[in-house]
């Protein structure tokens, strides 16, 4: 399948703070590991409709109207700030997510370039830097025209807004890997789901300093053959790459070519495109991760024989496989 093409959103300069983690220079890192002769496409504006799928109506009010009134920059708290055009930026990111879907559905493997990242905002409430969550927004969407989504999200951070959004449905399957303990001090493996949607959330918290060895027990064991039962007609991947090694916001230990491994172990799950949407990534090497990213969109990677998590992992991948049924 053809590595698609790249929705990339150089207007969220007008939200930023580079004194902050999550600013621009972030995403021209980023952007640097696109190939070349990867097609580059400006998102538009998300529709308010698609944005009050997931967020009540009054936040994005109260949220529209605190943007108004900021002159520079203003903190919503310790961690997310806004900009006067912030809530328009945001507005783009989502349709940056959507376009990307929207390319996914078509059969074209799509990485949306947008920020404010989205996977920690709640129904009313800014979070972890997010404003809106990109990804489940785009995610409700996509139900409009498919029976199944299935998200898997491999930022260092669990993806809590993500997670409870979708907490009640059996239409999405929503799969984090994230370090723990760590912000947002959610994502047990005990939180599986509520009422019909019980057991289509997987949680694998992993311990700091966890390597692709980990990771690939995770995927390899838990989330493929979950996802494989699942048979989402779309999958979303929300593409933190602050599990890297050099991220300073982090404590995992893979490089940027492990990358390559993650996206091949996904991409072997589905015959259609993957709509992958910019979370975190803070590191140095941030670029050299998207690229990596970008060479297994285009040709699966060779996965290596021989990795052996460490024994913590394979405690809690034999404890998910249990309580998932996937043994």
């Not at 009010?61 to 900009?83: I, M, N, Q």
């Not at 493996?189 to 009422?195: H, Q, S």
Request: charged letters at 20%; hydrophobic letters at 40%; one cysteine or more.
């Amino acid at each position: 399948m053809a590595r698609g093409c790249a929705i990339v959103d150089l207007s969220c300069v007008l939200h930023d703070n580079p004194l902050h983690p999550e600013s621009q220079s972030r995403l021209l890192n980023a952007i640097g590991g696109i190939p070349e002769g990867v097609p580059r496409i400006s998102p538009d504006l998300a529709d308010p409709v698609d944005i009050h799928r997931i967020h009540d109506p009054h936040y994005t009010e109260r949220l529209r109207e605190r943007c108004s009134d900021t002159d520079t920059v203003a903190y919503l708290d310790g961690d997310t700030y806004v900009t006067r055009h912030s809530f328009a930026v945001a507005h783009r990111a989502v349709g940056g997510a959507i376009a990307a879907l929207d390319h996914a559905l078509n059969g074209e493997h799509t990485f949306a370039f947008v920020r404010p990242p989205g996977h920690h905002a709640e129904r009313a409430r800014a979070m972890g830097f997010c404003l809106f969550n990109n990804v489940a927004i785009a995610a409700h969407k996509a139900l409009d025209s498919v029976d199944r989504v299935a998200i898997v999200d491999w930022d260092i951070h669990h993806g809590n807004g993500i997670q409870n959004a979708f907490y009640l449905s059996n239409r999405v399957l929503y799969c984090s890997v994230h370090q723990a303990p760590l912000f947002p001090y959610t994502g047990r493996i005990e939180e599986t789901g509520n009422g019909t949607g019980k057991g289509f959330t997987i949680n694998a918290p992993l311990s700091t300093g966890s390597s692709i060895a980990d990771y690939h027990a995770v995927f390899s064991e838990v989330f493929v053959p979950a996802i494989e039962r699942f048979r989402p007609d779309i999958l979303l991947i929300a593409a933190g790459q602050d599990i890297l090694s050099d991220d300073p916001l982090g404590g995992m230990k893979l490089q940027p070519e492990d990358f390559t491994i993650l996206t091949t172990l996904l991409t072997r799950t589905t015959d259609t495109g993957i709509a992958l949407v910019l979370e975190g990534g803070y590191s140095p090497s941030h670029g050299m991760a998207i690229s990596s990213i970008y060479s297994a969109l285009e040709k699966e990677a060779e996965i290596p024989d021989g990795m052996i998590p460490r024994p913590d992992t394979q405690k809690t991948v034999d404890l998910l496989k249990k309580i998932h049924r996937l043994v």
